[in-house]
């Protein structure tokens, strides 16, 4: 019997949560009509925005003092293979403190490039063009969503390149959006949508051989929690 524990199928999943599949970046995009369901969808439309969020009072965390906050939110209307539309969204801060340190970037720089990132990754998602569940999606592109953070350093010479961390903190606006659209197009909230009946492989596929037969709804809640434990952040700069 597989031993796997939730702790040990997080670590191991973020290879697919993050994308991390360089296999992908070779052979490109992945036909998968072999398998699709007809509760695949395709992404038909994608945009984005950014929205700036001043802080009442400076917050100090991790040695960096931030007074504002860029969020970038993600619009995505897909379409099933039966034909049925949808749209979605996501929404996540860019948070190029934690995501992209540098000490030869400043705040402004890491900014641009992180905006400059998305609207790459925009355009690259907008391309894909096959059925497929939103994992799927996501798992075939994030290969190429790297390659654009190296590409948009390049072109913006930047002296420190895009982390992996901050290409796929920057992504997962793109990849929620299209979730949120799938669990909307099949009247669900998606994380009732990750076991058999919707996913056209099993966790063998993404993370090995000792996954086989398990989905990632064995691992994931699929209803939230009534309460959960709410934590205040002190900044170092509170007044006090």
């Known amino acids: 019997m597989n031993k ?5 199928f997080v670590k191991s999943a973020a290879a697919v949560a993050g994308g991390i599949c360089t296999a992908g970046l070779a052979r490109g995009f992945t036909i998968l009509s072999a398998s699709t369901k007809r509760s695949d969808v395709r992404v038909e439309a994608i945009s984005l925005r950014f929205e700036e969020f001043v802080f009442r009072t400076p ?8 007074d504002r906050q860029i969020m970038l939110t993600v619009d995505c209307t897909v379409r099933t ?5 949808a749209k979605g969204f996501g929404t996540l801060p860019l948070n190029y403190t934690f995501t992209f340190p540098s000490k030869k970037l400043s705040h402004d720089a890491r900014l641009a490039a992180m905006k400059a990132l998305a609207a790459e990754i925009a355009k690259i998602t907008g391309t894909y063009k096959e059925f497929a569940h939103p994992i799927d999606i996501n798992w075939e592109l994030a290969p ?8 948009v350093s ?5 002296a420190d390149p895009i982390p992996k961390l901050c290409t796929l903190v920057t992504a997962g606006a793109f990849d929620a959006a299209i979730h949120d659209a799938f669990g909307k197009a099949h009247g669900l909230n998606c ?17 090995g051989a000792e996954y086989k037969g398990e989905y990632p709804s064995r691992y994931i809640r699929s209803e939230p929690k009534a309460r959960m434990p709410l934590c205040h952040l002190i900044s170092a700069v509170d007044l006090a």
């Open 4 to 8: 796997t524990t939730r702790r040990r």
């Open 59 to 66: 917050l100090k965390f991790a040695r960096t003092v931030v």
């Open 81 to 85: 293979a039966a034909g049925k539309k």
């Open 144 to 151: 190429l969503y790297l390659k654009a953070a190296a590409e």
């Open 154 to 158: 390049e072109r913006l010479h930047l």
């Open 191 to 207: 994380f009732h949508t990750y076991g058999p009946e919707f996913m056209n492989h099993d966790l063998s596929h993404y993370l």
